[in-house]
Nanobody, 120 residues
């Protein structure tokens, strides 16, 4: 089985920073794209940032220039550094990974979600 475990959420003041981490573990053969999504109550989950296995990145317009996604392939971990946080960034953040497991089955995996609250 494969699991994604997130960490790093919390409460931060506007203008502050947080760093989220998401580690994949289990019977992994390879990991392709990884990314972060977020969701607020009553709204659809939206893309925040993605990164390919080769390191190419993509960001939502709303976070471009403030967020940085990165990954450590040796650790099967993806990070999201969030700077200049705004109250509208408040959401549950979910990690996503497109993983081929040891049985050569390809699945889209999700983390359990971590709450980020930006408030004074």
């Amino acid at each position: 089985q494969v699991q994604l475990v997130e960490s790093g959420g919390g409460l931060v003041q506007p203008g502050g920073s947080l760093r989220l981490s998401c580690a994949a573990s289990g019977s992994i053969f390879s990991i392709n794209g990884m990314g972060w999504y977020r969701q607020t109550l009553g709204k659809q989950r939206e893309l925040v940032a993605t990164i390919t296995s080769g390191g190419s990145t993509n960001y939502a317009d709303s976070v471009q220039g403030r967020y940085t996604i990165s990954r450590d392939n040796a650790k099967n971990t993806v990070y999201l550094k969030m700077d200049s946080l705004k109250p509208e960034d408040t959401a549950v953040y979910y990690c996503n990974a497109k993983i081929t497991d040891s049985r050569m089955s390809y699945y889209d995996y999700w983390g359990q979600g971590t709450q980020v609250t930006v408030s004074s």
